[in-house]
């Protein structure tokens, strides 16, 4: 967004959803919409059609243009009787998607180990799609109430660059890149989600309210009132300050006397030098920010290389911004410390940075950027880093390049657990991301002024456990998102949760670890994919399963490809007029033949097959079925009980895994040990270590139970 040059301050003002770059949707009246001083009246143009927009009361104004076909190169302008203007170039039309969800989808193309693309950089070096636009939310809640803004920073990027591509969500780079090359036409992806977050807090207050649903609006009355600066009085809001001041304190005091203790001499030695130019780098790391993997443990690590400040650039508007810092930092330019982030800041693990940098550093050329990364607990991290021109809109992205990183200390043992951290849920819900609306409140009522073709959305993971609930708070969402961007043919797709057991990346499940399990175990994970399949109940609803390309020992799989493929297919078939079968096998029938049940299923496409095992699966089973004493595997169309595929119950409601073999279209399930089945289930487990199960169009069959008739 650039602002014309004036000593006049403008009286209005553009949320920044509007910005260069923007992707505006087809076919769908256009409207542009923001804040001025109350019954001001503006000139908004949208290319050479114009529209008078007054601001009412409360100072806000909005205008509407008729729907556009797709396109690139237009402009925006708003003028104020004064002269002053705000003019959007470069603005696109064309089908825009939000990508929203948990960690699955804030997992971006370049990340830091264990938490990116494995090719990530090649990926993003490739990038090179002027017309697939980004967009990507920082994290932010808000308890009181919708934003007019997203959170600081947010800006509309081109897909043509490794920086602007390498922190955008990988599913949500893919399923664009993926749908750019079918439909020929700019698209948009909206990037808004969160790393454990549950589906509550997306979705809006009056939703919640139409549907009754007490607890959770109780939760978010309790955000609002109970913390301080609550408007409230009396003992409960005093009660709550002094709280939040013993939880602050007892971490304030922990860091300070415990973990920035742990090696004095060390920080004292980093504090004097190691962001000054001129500094030995003999002793640092190189290699890329992404790559460093330092921040995988808590323990304070620095970070510095060199940027440039273009000629041209005012050295009084120039600005560091980082999409955020995990969980705390200090900055330095040239030696000196420009700005830092303390747990006086709320979510300060997740909250972007911006520091102004003196005029007196920030003369073009070369200087020197350092930046001390304190972890506290768990796994840190460093999102997208820029320096920016405040006054013309002008950005420099130095995420990528060389970094040299140096590990000023790990914490001693000594330092024990660290103490509740403000935000915590339990001790400061007003800062919590678990609070209901409160996501929705600040990283999705901003896109309101827009509208949207449809929505991505990966989430589920932290409320498991909790099936029947999550079945209508799935449905609320939708509801919310078309309600919020009046798209009421929003189409919504949703990914089946991957096979998972325990995350433990770096110290990792054996891979046979499954083979003890028994058909019942761990069926949390199981319910909620069953009932993430359900939305396909609803109108423009559907799902893309991830199930068989999880990973036991990381929540977060690699194989991001291929969930983007296939919700792309959905969409395909959805919006986009793809012929022939798009999705996998779903159970459509169970019937019982004497002592097996036969399996019948919509989707086949092509025919059912049965793929070959997994080349370490096939080691297990193999080995399984010699101890005892089964021999090898025969027929490429069977599966069998030792690689826990299927399972059938009785009437006695006891699982056992079973046989199955491929009987055309079908699949015959049996067991010995249950000469009468009545139910049966396929990949009914947290981690299904066999699901080959596919049409011959490639795609796998859903996880699924199912009962005989008659």
Known sequence: MKTETTKIQPAFALPNVYSDHMVFQRDVPITIAGTASPFLALQVHF??????????????????????????????????????????????????????????????????????????????????????????????????GPCENLPQGAAWRRADSAEAVGPCSAVGYLFGKLLRKRVKIPIGIVSTNWGGCRIEPWIDEGTLRRHGCEAELARLDTARKAVPGSRESGNAARNARREAKRVFDALETWLRKSFFASDPATTKKALASWAKPGEDLSGWDRGTLAGAGKLGEPGVVWFRRDVEVPEGWNPAHVRFTAYRINDTDEVFWDGVKIGETWIDTPSYWSAPRDYAVPASLAKPGRHVLAIRVANHFRSGGVGELAVEDSGSGARESVSGGDWFSRVEFRPRPEC???????????????????????????????????????????????????????????????????????????????????????????????????????????????????????????????????????????????????????????????????????????????????????????????????????????????????????????????????????????????????????????????????????????????????????????????????????
């Open 416 to 710: 024990g657990e660290r103490p509740v951290a403000p935000g915590d849920p339990a001790v400061d819900p007003r800062n919590a991301f678990t609070v209901p609306s409160t996501l929705f409140n600040a990283m999705f009522a901003p896109l309101s002024p827009l509208r949207f073709r449809g929505a991505i959305w990966y989430q589920g993971c932290s409320n498991v456990g909790e099936a029947r609930n999550y079945e209508r708070f799935q449905k609320y969402l939708v509801e919310s998102w078309r309600k919020a961007t009046r798209s009421p043919d929003m189409a919504f797709l949703q990914v089946q949760l991957a096979g998972f057991e325990e995350h433990r990346p770096t110290d990792r499940l054996p891979d046979d670890y499954w083979t003890t399990l028994e058909p019942t175990e761990r069926a949390e994970w199981a319910e909620m994919r069953e009932v993430q399949s359900k939305i396909r109940g609803l109108r423009l609803c559907d799902f893309a399963t991830a199930t068989d390309i999880g990973d036991h020992s990381d929540i977060h799989p690699a194989n991001k490809y291929e969930v983007a493929r296939r919700l792309e297919a959905a969409a395909a078939k959805m919006l986009y007029g793809a012929k022939g079968v798009t999705t996998g096998p779903s159970l459509a029938s169970v019937k019982r033949e004497g002592g097996e049940l036969r399996c019948s299923f919509s989707d086949i496409g092509a025919g059912l097959v049965a793929k070959p095992l997994a080349g370490g699966v096939r080691e297990i089973v193999a080995k399984a079925r010699a101890a005892a004493g089964k021999g090898k595997p025969a027929g490429r169309n069977a599966f069998f009980p030792e690689e826990h595929a299927f399972a059938v119950a009785g009437a006695d409601g006891k699982w056992v895994w079973a046989d199955a073999r491929l009987d055309g279209n079908d699949v015959v399930v049996s067991s010995p040990a249950v000469p009468k089945p009545t139910r049966v289930r396929y990949a009914w487990s947290s981690y299904p270590p066999s699901m080959r199960l596919f049409n011959k169009d490639g795609f796998p069959a859903f996880p699924f139970q199912g009962a005989a008739r008659g």
């Open 47 to 144: 290319d050479s059609v114009s529209r008078t927009a007054t601001a009412n009361a409360t100072g806000h104004w909005s205008a509407e243009f008729p729907p556009l076909p797709a396109g690139t190169g237009h402009v925006v302008r708003v003028a104020a009787p004064s002269g002053t203007t705000i003019e959007l170039r470069d603005v696109a039309v064309g089908d825009v998607w939000i990508a929203g969800g948990q960690s699955n989808m804030e997992f971006p193309v370049v990340g830091v180990e264990f938490y990116g693309l494995k090719n990530g950089a090649k990926i993003a070096a490739e990038a090179d799609d002027p017309d697939l636009r980004i967009l990507k939310s920082a994290r932010m809640v808000s308890p009181d």
